[in-house]
């Protein structure tokens, strides 16, 4: 794992993936005007504290912090891979969280450089929690 990854890449990379699409989602929301769904929030509510957890644990070099990241990780995935099954119809709509006069988990308002949202938020939260799991391993001595 050494040859191909520290602790610290792994943990700074998976900072980078967070950060990045925290501030994406800010972008989507307030520069573009896009009216998160209730799923997106969800998801949301996963990804924002990941920037700050990670990032902080590369600030006092704590890698255990990856833990926090794995843990995190999983919990935005799972809501992801829910808000991609109703996106792409896969899940039935009768189980849709999202009202009638709110922003809909389905409608092309959920597309952003041609991809889905849900999509690319199941991507970033899966990276972070592969990279999580590597800055949890022991340098090789």
């Given at each position: ?9 792994a943990?700074?990379?998976?900072w ?6 925290s ?7 307030e520069?573009?005007g ?11 509510a ?19 912090v ?5 843990a ?6 799972a809501?992801?891979l ?9 899940l ?7 009202t009638?006069?709110?922003?809909s ?10 991809l ?8 970033a ?17």
């Amino acid at each position: 794992m050494s040859r191909v990854m520290s602790r610290e890449t792994a943990l700074t990379a998976a900072w980078v993936v967070a950060l990045g699409s925290s501030l994406a989602v800010l972008y989507i929301g307030e520069v573009l005007g896009q009216v998160p769904c209730n799923l997106c929030w969800f998801q949301r509510a996963f990804m924002f504290p990941l920037a700050v957890v990670l990032g902080l644990g590369l600030w006092w070099e704590d890698y255990r912090v990856g833990r926090y990241g794995v843990a995190l990780a999983l919990g935005g995935a799972a809501i992801a891979l829910w808000h991609l099954g109703l996106y792409t119809g896969i899940l039935p709509e009768r189980i849709q969280p999202c009202t009638a006069t709110g922003p809909s988990c389905t409608d092309d308002n959920q597309v952003f450089l041609s991809l889905p949202i849900p999509l690319l938020a199941l991507v970033a939260f899966g990276l972070i929690a592969i990279l999580s799991i590597f800055s949890l391993k022991e340098p090789r001595t």
